[in-house]
């Protein structure tokens, strides 16, 4: 498996020799093409941020990677009915969550942050969320991740743990309170049906 990784560290330093920019953006769109797998594209975007311009890496590597994301909504869209067959109440609470609240945020949260982003995308298919909003928050998302992976090459990966940690810290407290508003949502509501039923009898 390591020599896997590293051998398509190598292949992407290559294409990033080879295409500039654009290999940046190849590289980002298929590691992220790739779905609930570790693909090394970070490594890539950090040493090319110590060779290129960290602004512009972390612009072509955010957008390679946002465009790669749509494969994770693809999937919620063309197997939704399995996933929401097995998950229908989560996903009901979801749904009503973020047409109450807006994805626009959590997309950008999950881009923006080491949490499995993947798992945001297929969720997006399956509640049919709109696929331009969801490019959009993956673009700001992918952009600010990848110019923080770009900048740690061009100053030192040292910068790269402290931001991770913080920011790993921040989005899982703030994804157990979505998480824990979107389950409990309507925890309330039967309640307030079976005492009206009670009056009624």
Same mark, same amino acid.
């Given at each position: ?14 294409? &990033? ?6 290999? %940046? ?6 590691? #992220?093409?790739? @779905? ?7 490594? &890539?975007?950090?040493?090319?941020? +110590?060779?290129? #311009? ?8 955010? =957008? $390679?990677?946002? @465009? ?5 909504? +693809?999937?919620? /869209?063309? +197997? +939704? ?14 749904? /009503?969550?973020?047409? /109450? ?17 993947? @798992?945001?995308?297929? !969720? ?6 709109? !696929?331009? *909003?969801?490019? $959009?928050? #993956?673009? @700001? ?24 940690? !913080? =920011?790993?810290? %921040? ?9 824990? *508003? ?6 309330? *509501?039967?309640?307030? *049906?079976?005492?009206?039923? /009670?009056?009624?009898?």
């Amino acid at each position: 498996m390591a020599d896997i990784l590293t051998s398509f560290i190598n292949w992407g330093l290559g294409l &990033v020799d080879s295409l500039g920019y654009m290999g %940046i953006f190849l590289i980002s769109f298929i590691g #992220n093409a790739v @779905i609930l797998l570790p693909v090394p594209a970070y490594a &890539v975007v950090i040493i090319a941020g +110590g060779i290129l #311009n960290p602004w512009l890496v972390g612009i072509f590597a955010g =957008l $390679g990677a946002a @465009i790669g994301e749509l494969t994770g909504y +693809g999937v919620g /869209r063309g +197997g +939704g009915y399995m996933i929401e067959k097995k998950y229908k109440s989560l996903l009901k609470n979801t749904k /009503r969550w973020s047409e /109450r609240h807006g994805m626009f945020p959590i997309v950008i949260l999950f881009a923006a942050t080491p949490l499995p982003d993947d @798992i945001v995308g297929i !969720i997006c298919g399956v509640i049919n969320y709109d !696929i331009r *909003k969801f490019l $959009g928050a #993956n673009i @700001i998302g992918k952009i600010v991740s990848h110019s923080v992976l770009a900048w740690a090459g061009f100053y030192g990966s040292s910068l790269l743990g402290e931001w991770n940690m !913080i =920011l790993f810290i %921040i989005a899982s407290f703030v994804f157990a309170i979505i998480v824990i *508003k979107m389950v409990t949502a309507d925890a309330k *509501k039967p309640k307030a *049906k079976t005492r009206s039923k /009670r009056k009624k009898k």
